[in-house]
């Protein structure tokens, strides 16, 4: 099989078509970071609001060691990096969930 040196991965053979797929995955993720960073002055104020950002980073760098842990722990039991990639969309879609359950009553009727 011949390989293309000028695209990375699994990419690089000629039969692949999943590049078009992460890019609009990595498209669809990164544009909700400017939205999802306003939550928490948004609903909290002062020494809340930092302890808000503080908590989220603190859950951020934790998912950051246990996602790639819990990956790989279920591809040596199933073989597969299927279901690590499914346990990670899931928890994906409970933080969105979360993410509009906590703001879906905490913002102020505003009028015209």
Known sequence: ??????????????NS??????TFAAIGIYSA???FW???TAILRG??????????NSLGNLSGYLGPSMVGYLKDQTGSFQLGLIMLGGF??????????ATRNS???RSL
Do not use: Q, W
């Open 92 to 101: 994906l879609g409970m933080a969105g969930l979360l993410a509009f359950a």
């Open 1 to 14: 099989m011949k390989r293309y040196p000028h695209v990375p991965g699994e990419c690089a053979t000629p």
């Open 38 to 40: 306003t939550l928490p």
């Open 47 to 56: 020494t809340a609001a930092a302890s808000g950002i503080a908590l989220i």
């Open 107 to 109: 913002f102020p009727e």
């Open 17 to 22: 078509n999943h590049f078009p797929d992460g």
């Open 33 to 35: 970071l400017p939205i």
